[in-house]
């Protein structure tokens, strides 16, 4: 199995910057996709974005498109969430998941994760 671990978090103010890293160990993460989501107190897990293994495959959910940038490094098992033009309602516990690749590509569905790292906190005052 794979091992995920979340760095980068912090506190920022609106319209700041962060970018967020996936660690990943354990096995070929190269074989994975990957996603990231994200959770505000009293709220469910909500979809950020996704990126199959190839790297060819990438949704976002339609709150951060165009703000947000997923990426991977394939020979640093590495992911990356580069956030921009942040806004406090951003502000959550941010989880790196993955999963064996499939044919289908990439899932905005949680339950479709089998590897979850700690999370990270991302806090943007106003």
């Known amino acids: 199995q794979v091992q995920l671990v979340e760095s980068g978090g912090g506190l920022v103010q609106a319209g700041d910057s962060l970018r967020l890293s996936c660690a990943a160990s354990?096995?070929?993460?190269?074989?994975?996709?990957m996603a990231w989501f994200r959770q505000a107190p009293g709220k469910e897990r909500e979809f950020v974005a996704a990126?199959?293994?190839?790297?060819?495959?990438?949704e976002y959910a339609d709150v951060v498109a165009g703000r947000f940038t997923i990426s991977r490094d394939k020979a640093k098992d590495t992911g990356s969430l580069q956030m921009n033009s942040l806004k406090p309602e951003d502000t959550a516990v941010y989880y790196c998941?993955?999963?064996?690749?499939?044919?289908?590509?990439?899932?905005?569905?949680?339950?479709?994760?089998?590897?979850w790292g700690q999370g990270t906190q991302v806090t943007v005052s106003s």
């Open positions: 998941a993955a999963r064996i690749a499939t044919s289908s590509g990439t899932s905005a569905r949680p339950r479709d994760y089998g590897y």
């Open positions: 354990g096995r070929t993460f190269a074989l994975y996709d």
């Open positions: 990126i199959d293994w190839n790297g060819k495959d990438i």
